[in-house]
C-alpha cells in the first residue's frame, strides 16, 4: 500500500479519494466548537430516566411517552447524562436491564437562537448505547443505530413553533443486541418454567466486556449560520522542510459562498492562506506532528481556520471553525511502520472506556488520570478496542502525541450468521461514519475493522475482503487491518490487511500455568505469521489476569508474579522479532474493566496493569522500565527525558 517510494501521484489520487469518501455520507460530522460564529449549550447533568420493565418492552411507544413529560408516564428516578446506567443504582435488575430505556430533559434556549432565523440549531449526540431515538417536544428528529459514534439532527425549527414552552428533548435508548448489530449478540428465551420464572431471557453476547447502555457521551445542542461549514477534509504531506496540508471545505445552505482558509503555527502566526475552498497549503520549516517519545515537542498542531462568506434567500452569514491540524505522514513497509518516514515501535496498551460506577460513561478526571498514567508508563500508543473512543481522548491523542489504533465495534463476530449481508452492510456504514468522524485526527495512524472475528471460516473471505477494501477506499493514506486470533493458515483476512494484529495468551487459555512454553509458542506464531504474508505485525494482545494483591512464588496463576512473568517471557520474544518484522506490542490491558458474570471472571476481567481504580500492580513497573528503555533506544528523547525521570 503506501509506497514511499511513489509519493506524487499516490498521495493526489489518495486525496482525491478521502475528499470524495467524505461525500459517501450526506453530511459531515465535524467536533462541535465555539467560536464567534458559533455556540455550544452542554446538557450534562441530571435527567429524568425511565426503564421500560414491562413484558415486551414496548410500553413506552404504546403510550407515547415522548408525547409528554416522563413523570407524567409513571416513576421517574434522577439519571446522570454522560453515564451509563447499569451501576448507578442499587436495582440489579436495572444493571442487567436488557430493552428501551427513557431519558428526558427540558432544556431553555436562549432567546435569540429562536429569534434568529438564520441561526441553525442542532442536537447531538455524542453517543448512546446502542439504539437511539430522539424527539423534541413529542416530535421525532432523528434515530441512531449503533453505540459509540455521534449522531444529529437539526431542531431549530421545532424550537420555534411555541418558543413559550421549554424544549423537551426525549431520548430512548435500546441495548439489545441483534446478530446484525455491532458488535453482535443474540437474545435467548428460555420457556421451561420448571427452571425458570415466567418471560425468562437472556442476552447472549460474544465478546469480554459488559454491555454496558445509555447515553455515554455529553448531549449538546449547538448553533452555526444557517449557511455553515458542513465538513473538512486535510490530508497532510512533507518534502524536505515544507509540509503540505490538502484540504477541501463543504459548505451547506448556501447559494453564494466564499471562504478563506488560514493556517496559524502555535504562537498564533498565519504560516499559509488560500481563498479556495480546496486546495494545498504550503508550510515552509515545517514542525512536524511528532508521537510521544519520539521528539523533543510531540504533538505539534497548526490551528486552520475557515471562515466562509455565505448568502442564501435569507442573508449574508459568516461562519468560523477552526480545526487543529497536525501535519505528519503514515506508511508501511513489509517490514516497518514509518511515521515521517521514520521507524515507528508501538509500545502501548490496549484499553477500555470503563470505571467504576460511570461504565462507560465520559468522564473528564478518569481521561486526564489515564493519560498521566500512559506517559508515566512510557507507553507511546493505544489501541481502541473495541470500539471507538470518545472525540474528547483522539483530541488529547492529538495534542500529546499518543499514537491511536482507531477499532470500530467489530468485536465478537463468532456466529456464521453474523457474516450475511445485513450485517456486512451495517458494517460498512460504521466504517464510514467512523471515518467521517476522525479522518482529521494525526494520532490516528490506522484503521481496524474488527477484533477476533471467526475469520477462519468460509463467508469471512469475502466479508473481509469487502470490508478492508472499502475501508482503504475511504482512506487511502491510512494503513488498515483487523486483529485476528485465528489460525495463520485459516485466516481468511489476512491477505487484505496491511499490518497484522495478533492475539494470544500462551501458558493461559492454552497451556493454563505453563510459563516454560512461552518463548518457543510465541516464536513460532511470529515465523508462522511472517513466513506466510511477509507484513509487519503487532502483537496486538498479550497477558494474564492478576488479582491485586495476591502473591505466590514460584508464580502461580492469577497472582501478580505470574502476569508479571509472563510479560517478561513475551518481551525476550519481542527483542529479538522487533529486529526483524515485529512492529509493535499492546499489553491486554491498561486497567482491570468489568465483564458479564462467568467462572472465569473475578467481578471482571483481572489482565490491567492498573486495576479498575488505576493503581498500578507489579506488572506496571515492568512496562513502565520496559518502555522508556525502548523509548531510549528507538525514539529521540532529548536527555532530559531519559528514564528514570521525573514525569
Ligand atoms: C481477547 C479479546 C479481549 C479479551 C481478552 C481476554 O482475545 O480480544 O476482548 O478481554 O482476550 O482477557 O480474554
Redesign the pocket.
Known amino acids: 500500500m503506501l509506497s514511499p517510494e511513489r509519493p506524487g501521484l499516490f498521495r493526489v489520487l489518495c486525496l482525491f479519494a478521502l475528499f470524495e469518501a467524505g461525500c459517501l455520507l450526506d453530511t459531515g460530522m465535524l467536533f462541535p466548537r465555539e467560536s464567534s460564529s458559533r455556540e455550544v449549550k452542554e446538557l450534562s447533568g441530571l435527567w429524568s430516566f425511565r426503564a421500560d420493565k414491562s413484558p415486551d418492552r414496548n410500553l413506552g411507544f404504546d403510550k407515547a411517552w415522548y408525547k409528554s413529560r416522563l413523570r407524567e408516564t409513571g416513576p421517574v428516578i434522577d439519571m446522570p447524562v454522560p453515564a451509563s446506567y447499569n451501576d448507578i443504582t442499587q436495582d440489579p435488575t436495572l444493571r442487567d436491564f436488557i430493552g428501551w430505556v427513557w431519558y428526558e430533559r427540558e432544556v431553555v434556549v436562549p432567546a435569540r437562537w429562536i429569534t434568529d432565523e438564520g441561526t441553525r440549531v442542532v442536537i447531538r449526540v455524542g453517543s448512546a448505547h446502542y439504539y437511539s431515538i430522539v424527539w423534541v417536544n413529542g416530535v421525532k428528529v432523528t434515530e441512531h443505530n449503533g453505540g459509540h459514534l455521534p449522531f444529529e439532527a437539526e431542531v431549530g425549527s421545532l424550537i420555534r413553533k411555541d418558543p413559550t414552552q421549554p424544549c423537551r428533548i426525549t431520548i430512548a435508548v435500546n441495548n439489545t443486541l441483534t446478530l446484525e448489530t455491532l458488535p453482535p449478540g443474540s437474545i435467548q428465551h428460555i420457556d421451561d418454567i420448571t427452571k425458570y420464572p415466567k418471560g425468562f431471557f437472556v442476552q447472549n453476547i460474544y ?3 459488559f454491555n454496558y447502555a445509555g447515553i455515554h457521551r455529553p448531549v449538546l445542542l449547538y448553533t452555526t449560520p444557517t449557511a455553515y461549514v458542513d465538513d473538512i477534509t486535510v490530508v497532510t504531506d512533507f518534502l524536505d522542510n515544507t509540509g503540505r496540508v490538502n484540504y477541501k471545505v463543504s459548505v451547506q445552505g448556501a447559494t453564494t459562498a466564499t471562504v478563506k482558509v488560514t493556517l496559524m503555527d502555535k504562537d498564533g502566526h498565519c504560516v499559509a492562506s488560500s481563498t479556495e475552498p480546496f486546495g494545498v497549503l504550503k508550510v515552509v520549516d515545517v514542525n512536524l506532528w511528532w508521537p510521544y517519545l519520539m521528539h523533543e515537542s510531540p504533538g505539534y498542531l497548526y490551528s486552520m481556520e475557515v471562515r466562509l462568506m455565505a448568502a442564501n434567500e435569507r442573508s449574508t452569514h459568516e461562519d468560523v471553525y477552526t480545526l487543529p491540524v497536525g501535519i505528519r505522514t503514515v506508511s508501511v513497509t513489509s517490514t516497518q511502520f514509518l511515521i515521517n518516514k521514520k521507524p515507528f515501535y508501538f509500545h502501548g496498551v490496549n484499553k477500555h472506556e470503563d470505571s467504576d460506577i460511570r461504565g462507560k460513561g465520559f468522564d473528564w478526571p478518569l481521561i486526564v488520570k489515564d493519560f498521566n498514567l500512559l506517559k508515566w508508563m512510557g507507553a507511546n500508543s493505544f489501541r481502541t ?2 470500539y471507538p473512543y470518545a472525540e474528547e481522548i483522539l483530541q488529547m491523542c492529538d495534542r500529546h502525541g499518543i499514537v491511536v489504533i482507531d477499532e470500530c465495534p467489530g ?1 465478537g463476530i463468532k456466529d456464521i450468521r453474523s457474516f450475511r449481508n445485513a450485517s456486512l452492510n451495517h458494517h460498512l456504514d460504521v466504517m464510514d461514519e467512523l471515518v467521517r468522524r476522525d479522518k482529521n485526527h494525526a494520532s490516528v495512524v490506522m484503521w481496524s475493522v474488527a ?2 472475528p471467526a475469520s477462519e471460516m468460509p463467508p469471512a473471505e469475502f466479508y473481509f475482503k469487502t470490508l478492508i477494501q472499502h475501508t482503504k477506499a475511504l482512506d487511502p493514506t491510512r494503513p488498515v487491518t483487523y ?1 485476528s ?1 485465528s489460525h495463520y493458515a485459516r485466516d481468511k483476512g489476512a491477505p487484505y490487511v496491511d499490518v497484522i494484529c495478533i ?1 494470544s ?1 500462551f501458558s493461559w ?1 492454552h497451556d493454563p500455568g505453563h510459563l516454560e512454553v512461552i518463548p518457543l509458542q510465541l516464536n513460532t506464531q511470529f515465523e508462522n505469521w511472517y513466513g506466510k504474508y511477509q507484513k509487519p505485525i503487532i502483537q496486538s ?1 498479550y ?1 494474564a ?1 492478576a488479582v491485586p494483591g495476591l502473591h505466590s512464588d514460584p508464580p502461580m496463576m492469577f497472582t501478580e508474579e505470574y502476569q508479571k512473568v509472563v510479560l517478561q517471557s513475551c518481551h525476550d520474544v519481542f527483542d529479538q522479532k522487533r529486529k526483524q518484522y515485529l512492529i509493535g506490542e499492546l499489553i ?2 491498561f486497567a482491570d474493566f468489568m465483564t458479564v458474570q462467568g467462572i472465569t471472571r473475578v467481578v471482571g ?1 483481572k ?1 490491567g496493569v492498573f486495576t479498575r481504580q488505576r493503581q498500578p500492580k507489579a506488572a506496571a513497573f515492568i512496562l513502565k522500565e520496559r518502555y522508556w528503555r525502548l523509548a531510549n533506544e528507538t525514539g529521540r528523547l532529548p536527555p532530559w527525558t531519559k528514564y528514570p525521570c521525573s514525569l
Open positions: 465478546f469480554d466486556f478496542s473495541h468485536v477484533n477476533e486483529v486470533n492475539n495468551y487459555y494482545e497477558g489476569d491486554w490491558n476481567n489482565k
